[in-house]
């Protein structure tokens, strides 16, 4: 079993940025891939980025690339997301997720956090 909580969300205008953390215990985070997906009210549940277990290898979806960045340290079993130039459009709650393959499918994931807001205001 693996534990998620993220933290970091917030209010934040247009423009700003937001960095959210996602702490793991339980088994061993380091053989994990993680991803952090979002979720805005009445949509399904998004891909936002994924990074490999050693972090050398890291995925975006479109919509995000360029302006968010994900990255990850072992030692705190801690994967992050640093979110910059936000956009209202940007407004979900944003959950991680651990898997044992990077990948953009939320079925390709065995463990979630209980996610975090993140609201942008124009």
């Known amino acids: 079993q693996v534990q998620l909580v993220e933290s970091g969300g917030g209010l934040v205008q247009a423009g700003g940025s937001l960095r959210l953390s996602c702490a793991a215990s339980?088994?061993?985070?380091?053989?994990?891939?993680m991803g952090w997906f979002r979720q805005a009210p009445g949509k399904e549940r998004e891909f936002v980025a994924a990074?490999?277990?050693?972090?050398?290898?890291?995925y975006y979806a479109d919509s995000v690339k360029g302006r968010f960045t994900i990255s990850r340290d072992n030692a705190k079993n801690t994967v992050y997301l640093q979110m910059n130039s936000l956009k209202p459009e940007d407004t979900a709650v944003y959950f991680c997720?651990?898997?044992?393959?990077?990948?953009?499918?939320?079925?390709?994931?065995?463990?979630w956090g209980q996610g975090t807001q993140v609201t942008v205001s124009s």
């Open positions: 997720a651990a898997g044992t393959a990077t990948g953009w499918d939320v079925n390709e994931y065995d463990y």
């Open positions: 990074i490999g277990w050693s972090g050398g290898s890291t």
């Open positions: 339980g088994r061993t985070f380091s053989s994990y891939a």
